[in-house]
């Protein structure tokens, strides 16, 4: 009996593990209150500024927690510049000439430098300007968890093999984000990020031709924006009704056949999230409620706590020495 409960033990710590909850209980809401009292201010005074410039920022800021957390945990790997030792993740597929929103991360992290120097982490920033950036565009807040530490390494390959393709269907959505930890719904709730943001050509071209689970007038109206054979880079709004509001239009366009992703349009094609994108159209509340709780558990995948990682100075770079 002893032996059976040691080995029932064994297997809950290792899932816990993989799943990055048992440092949850280190990571708190009040975690600066003390070493650096002006944190969440400061980033969200430099996020307001930034979205009240371009709106498109917000989604950007927000893409930018999710690609950190999905490669090796929330440790601001997604961050870190090429170095002699790694090639940082920034030019992964998912992320080449994609990810945005450094410059913005940079001056977060110079103000809090000069109020608190070397207290508040680069992967911490990354969570709350991603929670910030929601509100700025009209979502509800959730409360953040703090206290992770920055990783001195990136990787490459783990970026290109863990963040989910726009191109995957529904059972590859339902996997990538179970390899993760999540339910299904969870990431029914998280892909509804695309109520707010934009995506190139080359991502959406397949769709826009070739498939059939589409409005047709909708398909029109992106082709001039969209060539068969040039654009690549031209982009057009995720949630055509509303793109820089952050709000359950995203699951309203997918009932009307007006997701631009090939994965978008995936969640109500018939299979079992058919039920969940129409709770989130109908029920908005619901949706922002949802959204936060799977946010959290997002923050929490596998984060630096105690004396792991560091405090880095400069988020494109490991501290020196």
Request: charged letters at 15%; hydrophobic letters at 35%.
């Amino acid at each position: 009996m002893a032996s059976s409960s040691f080995f029932k033990l064994c297997f809950m710590t290792m899932f816990l593990i993989q799943y990055g909850h048992p440092v949850t209980s280190q990571l708190s809401a009040n975690f600066y209150s003390s070493s650096c009292p002006k944190a969440l201010s400061t980033i969200k005074s430099a996020v307001t500024s930034a979205v009240s410039k371009e709106k498109r920022m917000g989604a950007s800021l927000l893409r930018l927690h999710f690609h950190d957390c999905f490669v090796n945990g929330c440790d601001a790997s997604v961050l870190l510049d090429d170095t002699s030792n790694f090639t940082g993740e920034k030019t992964a597929g998912p992320n080449a000439n994609s990810i945005r929103g450094f410059d913005v991360v940079d001056t977060i992290k110079s103000n809090l430098e000069s109020i608190c120097p070397g207290v508040v982490s680069c992967a911490d920033i990354l969570a709350v300007a991603a929670r910030d950036s929601v509100v700025q565009l009209g979502g509800k807040t959730w409360t953040v968890p703090l206290g992770r530490r920055d990783s001195t390494t990136a990787s490459l390959s783990a970026a290109n093999s863990n963040i989910p393709s726009p191109f995957l269907n529904l059972t590859g959505l339902i996997s990538a984000f179970s390899n993760k930890g999540f339910t299904t719904k969870e990431m029914v709730v998280l892909s509804g990020s695309h109520t707010i943001g934009m995506a190139k050509c080359s991502i959406f071209r397949s769709r826009i031709y070739n498939e059939t689970n589409i409005n047709t007038a909708f398909a029109t109206s992106l082709k001039n924006n969209c060539p068969s054979a040039s654009g690549d880079s031209n982009l057009s709004p995720l949630d055509t009704t509303s793109s820089t509001v952050f709000d359950s239009a995203y699951y309203t366009n997918l009932i009307n056949n007006k997701g631009l992703l090939h994965s978008d349009q995936q969640l109500f094609s018939g299979g079992s999230t058919v039920s969940q994108v129409k709770a989130y159209s109908s029920n908005s509340a619901t949706f922002f409620k949802d959204f936060g709780n799977a946010m959290v558990k997002m923050g929490n995948l596998s984060p630096l706590t105690g004396t792991s990682g560091q405090i880095r100075t400069n988020c494109r770079s490991v501290n020196s020495g």
